[in-house]
């Protein structure tokens, strides 16, 4: 079993960055697939990024590449979401992932198996 507490989020203004965290208790969490998704107000949740357990492989969806980037720190546990040059569009509730193997191209949100509790960022145009 796997926990995971996401922190960071806030407001930002329009051009902004911030940096997303997520920790995960346990002891194996460098065996799984970490990801990223957003679910704005009425729309469904969507994927942002995905690393795998090494962090060599990294995806991600069209709307975070160039702008966004997953790292992790297996020593601390934590999953990172650098996000820059925010936008408007940017406004959700991120929610942080967690699956067993090494397919970081997973998109589907039913795929995943483990999930924090969502923190707010809000960008202001």
């Given at each position: ?9 806030g ?49 991600y ?23 820059n ?41």
């Open positions: 079993q796997v926990q995971l507490v996401e922190s960071g989020g407001l930002v203004q329009a051009g902004g960055s911030l940096r997303l965290s997520c920790a995960a208790s346990g002891r194996t969490f460098s065996r799984y697939t970490m990801g990223w998704f957003r679910q704005a107000p009425g729309k469904e949740r969507r994927f942002v990024a995905s690393i795998s357990g090494t962090g060599g492989s990294t995806y969806g069209e709307s975070a590449k160039g702008r966004f980037t997953i790292s992790r720190d297996n020593a601390k546990n934590t999953v990172y979401l650098q996000m040059s925010l936008k408007s569009e940017d406004t959700a509730v991120y929610y942080c992932g967690g699956k067993s193997g090494d397919d970081v191209v997973q998109t589907r949100e039913y795929r995943w198996d483990y999930w924090g509790q969502g923190t707010q960022v809000t960008v202001s145009s």
